[in-house]
T-cell receptor
Framework: GQNIDQPTEMTATEGAIVQINCTYQTSGFNGLFWYQQHAGEAPTFLSYNVLDGLEEKGRFSSFLSRSKGYSYLLLKELQMKDSASYLC????????????FGTGTRLTVIP | KAGVTQTPRYLIKTRGQQVTLSCSPISGHRSVSWYQQTPGQGLQFLFE???????NKGNFPGRFSGRQFSNSRSEMNVSTLELGDSALYLCASSLASGDGDTEAFFGQGTRLTVV
């Protein structure tokens, strides 16, 4: 089975850096995704990791350690619009496009 | 390029009724996945269709079913609705067959309320 854990809530200050952690246990692993979801909106894709290491994309970076079953999403130069839920999802080895999501981390950015 | 379209956006049904939700994927996408999102459970995988075939199914009772048409549009059906079925139902479409950085694009969802 799959088990994905993330903190439920986090608060950070505008302009700061925040790291959202995700740990996972899966019967098979074929990639880890991070999605952003604003309240009342659809999740939107942020990043994808399948090999160990850091993937950087502008203000957002994502890190993966497969041996530790661990990933983090790093958000730099926080803006008020970054207040949203951040969803960690793992894809297994069935060859299908099903993702197993954590419950998400609700990030609140304060002035 | 149009995004993923889900209809209806909001729905109120009574316990015991059945409901059909619709999803039109991005043009050219052949994979459609369905998810249920609730505050306590997060996003939970329901099933995935690729080229009109169900490839994988999550841990939901048989009251939840789906299908995909030749134009890749998909429907999901929930029969004998229960109060606990109240949730946001999200559809996601993908270009290919579940490998590499195949990104899933989500629709806005259908908010189902069972009373």
């Amino acid at each position: 089975g799959q088990n994905i854990d993330q903190p439920t809530e986090m608060t950070a200050t505008e302009g700061a850096i925040v790291q959202i952690n995700c740990t996972y246990q899966t019967s098979g692993f074929n990639g880890l995704f991070w999605y952003q979801q604003h309240a009342g909106e659809a999740p939107t894709f942020l990043s994808y990791n399948v090999l160990d290491g850091l993937e950087e994309k502008g203000r957002f970076s994502s890190f993966l350690s497969r041996s530790k079953g661990y990933s983090y999403l790093l958000l730099k130069e926080l803006q008020m619009k970054d207040s949203a839920s951040y969803l960690c999802a793992v894809r297994d080895l069935t060859g299908a496009n099903n993702l197993f999501f954590g419950t998400g981390t609700r990030l609140t950015v304060i002035p | 390029k149009a995004g993923v379209t889900q209809t209806p956006r909001y729905l109120i049904k009574t316990r015991g009724q059945q409901v059909t939700l619709s999803c039109s994927p991005i043009s050219g996408h052949r994979s459609v996945s369905w998810y249920q999102q609730t505050p306590g459970q997060g996003l939970q995988f329901l099933f995935e269709y690729f080229s009109e075939t169900q490839r994988n199914k999550g841990n939901f009772p048989g009251r939840f079913s789906g299908r995909q048409f030749s134009n890749s549009r998909s429907e999901m059906n929930v029969s004998t609705l229960e109060l606990g079925d109240s949730a946001l139902y999200l559809c996601a479409s993908s270009l290919a067959s579940g490998d590499g950085d195949t990104e899933a694009f989500f629709g806005q969802g259908t908010r189902l309320t069972v009373v």
